[in-house]
C-alpha cells in the first residue's frame, strides 16, 4: 500500500463546476504539500499546511491530521485549471513522499 | 523569476552513454533533491543532498550517481544510460529540514535513451 494515496486518479469537468480532490497518508507528518503540475512538466507548489484550512483564490486546501486526511478544491473551474494536481507529505525526514497524481480536465 | 533551473528541457541519448543532468537553484537553500517521474509512479526520490558534497541515496538510486561540488548546484549523472531511463527528471530544492518550507521545482527534463 503507498504511503500516499489520491482519489480520483482522473476528473473530466464542465466549466464552472466545483471540484474537490482528496489525499489521505498513512504515515505521521510535519507538513502536506499540494502541487500543480502542467503539461511540458513544471511543477508549481500550491499549499503547504500542517493543520486547518488555507485558500488562495480560488482553490481551498483542508488537512485534518486525525484522519491523515485532506483535500484540494476548486471553486468555479476553468480549462486553465486543467492539470496535473499532486499531494506529498514530508514526514520526520527531509524529503517528501508524493502521491501519483490527479489528472484533471476542464471543458469549457 | 526563475528559482529552480535545470540545463535541458528534451534530451536524446544513445544506450550505454554517460549523461549530465544539471540543476541551479539560486536561493540558498541548503537541500537539493533528483526525482524521476513515470506514468502511474508518480515522482520517485533518486537522491538527495542536504550540503556541499552531502549525498543521500532516494528510493530508487541504482544507475545514477550525483555530484554537489558548490551549493547553487546539483548534477545528476547516469554512469551508462539504458532504456529504462527514459523517463521526466525533476530536480527540487527548499531550506533544510523545515517542515514548513515549501519546496520549488524546476522545469523538468524529459530524457530519451535510444
Known amino acids: 500500500k503507498n504511503e500516499v494515496e489520491q482519489s480520483p486518479q482522473n476528473l473530466t469537468a464542465q466549466e464552472g463546476e466545483f471540484i474537490t480532490i482528496n489525499c489521505s497518508y498513512s504515515?505521521?507528518?510535519?507538513?502536506l504539500h499540494w502541487l500543480q503540475q502542467h503539461p511540458g512538466g513544471g511543477i508549481v507548489s500550491l499549499f503547504m499546511?500542517?493543520?486547518g484550512k488555507k485558500k488562495h483564490g480560488r482553490l481551498i486546501a483542508t488537512i485534518n491530521i486525525q484522519e491523515k486526511h485532506s483535500s484540494l478544491h476548486i471553486t468555479a473551474s476553468h480549462p486553465r485549471d486543467s492539470a496535473v494536481y499532486i499531494c506529498?507529505?514530508?514526514?520526520?525526514?527531509?524529503?517528501?513522499?508524493f502521491g501519483s497524481g490527479t489528472q484533471l480536465t476542464v471543458l469549457p | 523569476d526563475v528559482k529552480v533551473t535545470q540545463s535541458s528541457r528534451y534530451l536524446v541519448k544513445r544506450t550505454g552513454e554517460k549523461v549530465f543532468l544539471e540543476c541551479v537553484q539560486d536561493?540558498?537553500?541548503?537541500?537539493m533533491f533528483w526525482y524521476r517521474q513515470d506514468p502511474g509512479l508518480g515522482l520517485r526520490l533518486i537522491y538527495f543532498?542536504?550540503?556541499?558534497?552531502?549525498?543521500e541515496k532516494g528510493d530508487i538510486p541504482e544507475g545514477y550517481s550525483v555530484s554537489r561540488e558548490k551549493k547553487e548546484r546539483f548534477s545528476l549523472i547516469l554512469e551508462s544510460a539504458s532504456t529504462n531511463q527514459t523517463s521526466m527528471y525533476l530536480c527540487?530544492?527548499?531550506?533544510?529540514?523545515?517542515?514548513?518550507?515549501?519546496?520549488?521545482f524546476g522545469q523538468g527534463t524529459r530524457l530519451t535513451v535510444v
Open positions: 527540487a530544492s527548499s531550506f533544510r529540514d523545515r517542515g514548513l518550507y515549501e519546496a520549488f
Open positions: 504515515v505521521g507528518i510535519s507538513a
Open positions: 499546511l500542517s493543520s
Open positions: 506529498a507529505v514530508r514526514g520526520a525526514a527531509r524529503q517528501l513522499t
Open positions: 536561493m540558498d537553500h541548503e537541500n
Open positions: 543532498s542536504y550540503d556541499v558534497k552531502m549525498k
